[in-house]
């Protein structure tokens, strides 16, 4: 598709329940990142892929958090055991360029997010 | 580490007014800055970057922002609101590998 694809939109998930929230990028796009937005906050980082390397996963609040892109395309973000403070909009991002903060990338462009609340 | 603040929560603004929104930022090298728009339920959108040269960055949508770097700020300006620009707008600093840093947005409102 023409933009990055986030799925679910929502995912409303009770306390101690697994969840995964999908990311599909623009295709053709090396870099992907994740972030966490809470509510009346700005994105957090969560962890960043070229292809399917995980190069940087300092974000990650918890040993419950774990991402993936094993094929370096789609990426799957988990969630075990989830708690209430997890919830928030979760946000995918990709690039085409391998250093898309660079003077000379192109940036990258998000998706819309899933939101997940739990309760 | 790096950070960005962005002082003012929320702005309200007439129509075909002008507007101004603050960001200070901290980051220990030369700073690659940011400023994006989100409207309710949707991803975050660049309005313009700075990277180096000119100080004054053209963004889309009327948009344009003055890196400072004696202030520390890189503050967005528009001449005459419109009233679809009422939207959250984050200030972000990233670095080389596009690991960005934003600030806690500020919601604008635009009065008719």
């Known amino acids: 598709g023409a933009g990055v694809s986030q799925s679910p939109r929502y995912k409303v998930a009770k306390r101690g329940q697994d969840v995964a929230l999908r990311c599909d990028p623009i295709?053709?796009?090396?870099?992907l990142f994740w972030y966490q937005q809470a509510l009346g906050q700005g994105p957090e980082f969560l962890t960043y892929f070229q292809n399917e390397a995980q190069l940087d996963k300092s974000g990650l609040p918890s040993d419950r958090f774990f991402a993936e892109r094993p094929e370096g395309s789609v990426s799957t973000l988990k969630i075990q055991r989830t708690q209430q403070e997890d919830s928030a909009v979760y946000l995918c991002?990709?690039?085409?360029?391998?250093?898309?903060?660079?003077?000379?990338?192109?940036?990258?462009?998000f998706g819309s997010g899933t939101r997940l609340t739990v309760v | 580490a790096q950070s960005v603040t962005q002082p003012d929560i929320h702005i309200t603004v007439s129509e075909g007014a002008s507007l101004e929104l603050r960001c200070n930022y901290s980051y220990g090298a030369t700073p690659y800055l940011f400023w994006y728009v989100q409207s309710p339920g949707q991803g975050l959108q660049l309005l313009l970057k700075?990277?180096?040269?000119?100080?004054l960055v053209q963004g889309i949508k009327g948009f344009e922002a003055e890196f400072k770097r004696s202030q520390s700020s890189f503050n967005l300006r528009k001449p005459s609101v419109h009233w679809s620009d009422a939207a959250e707008y984050f200030c972000a600093v990233s670095t080389n590998a596009g690991k960005s840093t934003f600030g806690d947005g500020t919601t604008l409102t635009v009065k008719p």
């Open positions: 700075y990277f180096s040269g000119d100080t």
């Open positions: 295709s053709g796009h090396v870099s």
């Open positions: 991002a990709s690039s085409l360029d391998r250093m898309p903060g660079r003077s000379s990338g192109r940036g990258y462009t």
